[in-house]
Each structure stands twice: as C-alpha cells, then as structure tokens.
C-alpha cells in the first residue's frame, strides 16, 4: 500500500473508532457520572398546565444540536402538579451527580448545590453553546417547588428566572405575565463517560501502530 494510502485508511480508521454523538466534560473519567444543563435558545409561554408540554418544548431545542442525539431533557419548572425538583430527577431519590454546561463548564456538584441558592456557574449557554440573557420561566421557587401561586399553567402569571445568575435569582427573579415567550432551562438525565470497547481500543492500537511503523520507515 502506498504511504500516503496507508496514512489516509489510519486516519480514517481513528475517527471512526473514537467518533460517537455524546461530548463529555473534560476531567471526567470512564464510568463518571454527570448531568448536562442549558438555556433553550428557542423560546414559548408559559400558559400550559402540562409539564410534558415543556419537556418536550426543551427536547426539541436539544434535537438542533446533533452531539444531543439520543439524550433526554426534562424541563426546570413547575406546574401545580409537578415540581421542578422532581420532574427532573434532582430531589432526594434523585441520581446526586456533577452538572455541567455543554461547554464543561461546573454548575453544580450534585442536587443540593442545584437547590441552594448558589450555583457554582450561572446557567447562560445554550444547546449550540451560545450566550442567552434574559428571562427564563421556571414556575419555581429557588429549593425547585411551585411554593403558593405563580407555577407555570397557573394563571396570567408565572415565575421566571435569570439566565446567567448565579444566586438563587437563577430560578426565580420575580414574576411575568405568562403569556410572553420566554426561554428555558433543560436538565438532561444522568449520563456516563463511556469506556471504550476492547475493539475499539484495538483498533486505535493497531492504527497508532501502524502509524508508528510508517514515520519509522519514512526516516530510514
């Protein structure tokens, strides 16, 4: 095989066995466990009694970036019938894992520190990883509960949040008429660092291998 064909097939053979649609957080390893968060860029009301309405609202704002594929989103909000600290997983029976921006940037170490006033990073990038300030309706009070009135669905207004903010004003700044369109946060179910397959990771030695051998004979 001619050099340059080799190195063409080696190339090609590296990408294949290291591409797959999920980006994780640099400084996690194989097995770790996270959570990924972001503000839609899109934007609706807040007049829906229904929390799937909204879940499925922050799920096709995902579906625009294709490193998403397959990863599910739940909304930050509430409903007179559901919270927003258990529509998505993050109460006390929830999975307690690091959630990060798709940038890898560190908002949270786990549940607690989502619900304490806070963050560690305001939430303010998008699915495409672009800067959003501005309204976000959460129908939530700061601990994730639709406390007293105002939930998402409820009425002629709503709470929203801050995109951005670090502090509890991340999830509940004041109220809004629900009517207008606004952002949202989307918070995706646990997802783990993949190991590599022991195919994969013989391919990729084979490949490097080969590499090797090639450079080696080009110097001689």
């Known amino acids: 095989m001619k050099q340059s064909s080799f190195l063409a097939v080696a190339i090609m053979l590296i990408a294949i066995a290291t591409s797959h649609a999920q980006v994780d957080p640099p400084g996690l390893n194989p097995g770790d466990q996270f959570r990924y968060v972001f503000v839609t860029s899109t934007e609706r009301d807040a007049l829906s009694t229904s929390i799937a309405d909204y879940n499925a609202f922050v799920n096709a704002a995902a579906s625009n ?76 009070f700061t601990d994730g509960t639709d406390i007293n009135d105002f939930e998402l669905g409820s009425g002629n207004l709503a709470r929203y949040g801050s995109s951005g903010d670090q502090f509890g004003s991340w999830v509940f700044e004041a109220v809004g008429a629900s009517g207008l369109s606004e952002n949202f946060y989307g918070l995706s179910d646990t997802l783990t660092v993949a190991v590599p397959e022991p195919a994969t990771a013989s391919l990729l030695l084979l490949s490097s291998v080969g590499l090797i051998g090639f450079r080696r004979r080009r110097n001689v």
């Open 65 to 140: 970036n294709a490193n998403l594929a397959g990863i599910n989103f739940n909304v930050i909000g509430s409903t007179e019938t559901v919270d927003a600290i258990d529509n998505t997983g993050t109460n006390a029976a929830g999975d307690d894992v690091p959630i990060y921006m798709l940038d890898g940037t560190l908002v949270a170490t786990g549940n607690a520190d989502l619900w304490d006033g806070d963050l560690i990073t305001g939430i303010n990038l998008d699915e495409n990883l672009n800067t959003v300030t501005g309204r976000v309706w959460t129908g939530s």
